[in-house]
């Protein structure tokens, strides 16, 4: 596959994706969403693919959807097409993802970064959803995932205002889970998802799925969710090699991953 608006490479055993239309400051048209889903049915299919880094570049993580090809767009042609609803199965990976920003995250860009299961931010990162400035409101999650993330208040405050945030709010508000110089941002983000990559894949994907079930259900529910998924671990090698690694003071040699 070629891609047009993607770099996609696999390191070791981790999938980079690197959003590549810096002529746009990697605005998100319906080509990256294309591509994007091919990008990571491909790191899905490889076994060896542990984790996976989505990044832009230094200027622009991504700058929104593309203002250009929305502009002209009517109302019962993107209704009746549902647009941007294919962000959804983006936001589905099932391996974990880990955003990697620089620069801006606006609009579409910071509701792709927040479809990741964490956010490693570069001192130059600005999140911000902008739409209300030009006469909309976010498409892709914002309203729902941000909230989530930083909670109303700031939430209101960025969508109904338009303003950016920078990295230090943004970690301060619990939008990111960690800053770092410009310089180190490849390598944090590589550092924490060969981290990933080197554990037992089935704990590793069913940890994601009991954190991304906090947000879908109550608590008596998600607690319920996370104990069967606890019980089902000891159904596996790699639990009984993990704890006898620890118990015999030694590196533990999981066969699933
Ligand atoms: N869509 C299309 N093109 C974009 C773009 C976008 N979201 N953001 C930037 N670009 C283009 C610019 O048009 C410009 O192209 P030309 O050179 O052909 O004119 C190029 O990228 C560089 O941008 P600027 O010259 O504007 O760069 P700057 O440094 O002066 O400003 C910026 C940077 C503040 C990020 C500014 O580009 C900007 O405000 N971009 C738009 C941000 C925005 O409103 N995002 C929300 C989009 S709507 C959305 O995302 C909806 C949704 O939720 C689904």
Redesign the pocket.
């Known amino acids: 596959m070629t891609y047009e608006t993607l770099i996609v490479e696999t390191r070791g055993n981790v999938g980079l994706v690197t959003l590549n239309r810096p ?3 990697n ?3 319906s080509t990256v969403l294309k591509e994007l889903k091919v990008a990571y049915a491909g790191f899905h299919a490889d076994e060896t693919v542990g984790a996976i880094v989505l990044t832009g570049s230094e ?2 993580f ?9 502009q002209a767009l009517q109302f019962a042609d993107i209704y009746k097409s549902d647009f ?1 609803s294919g ?1 959804d199965d983006v936001a589905k990976a099932r391996k974990p993802v880990i955003a990697a920003v620089s620069g ?1 995250a ?6 792709l970064a927040m479809m990741c299961d964490f956010i490693i931010a570069s001192e130059t990162a ?1 999140f ?4 209300i ?2 006469g ?7 309203s729902q995932r941000l909230t989530r993330a930083v909670g109303k208040a700031k939430a209101m405050d960025l969508i109904l205002t ?1 303003r ?1 945030m920078d990295a230090a709010e943004a970690e301060r508000s619990g939008l990111v889970s960690r800053v770092v110089a410009p310089e180190r941002l490849l390598d944090e983000a590589f550092a924490a998802a060969e981290k990933i990559a080197s554990l037992s894949r089935p704990s590793v994907l069913m940890a994601k799925e009991a954190v991304n079930r906090a947000f879908e259900t109550t608590l008596e529910e998600g607690l319920r969710f996370e104990r069967r998924l606890f019980h089902s671990l000891f159904a596996t090698d790699d639990q009984k090699e993990g704890m006898a690694a620890f118990v015999e003071k030694r590196k533990p040699a999981f066969t699933h991953r």
């Open positions: 002529q746009a400051l605005a998100l048209n200027r622009a991504a700058a929104g959807a593309d203002i250009k090809e929305m941007i962000w801006f606006l609009g579409g860009g910071c509701e600005k911000g959803q902008p739409e400035t030009l909309v409101i976010p498409g892709m999650g914002g338009g950016m």
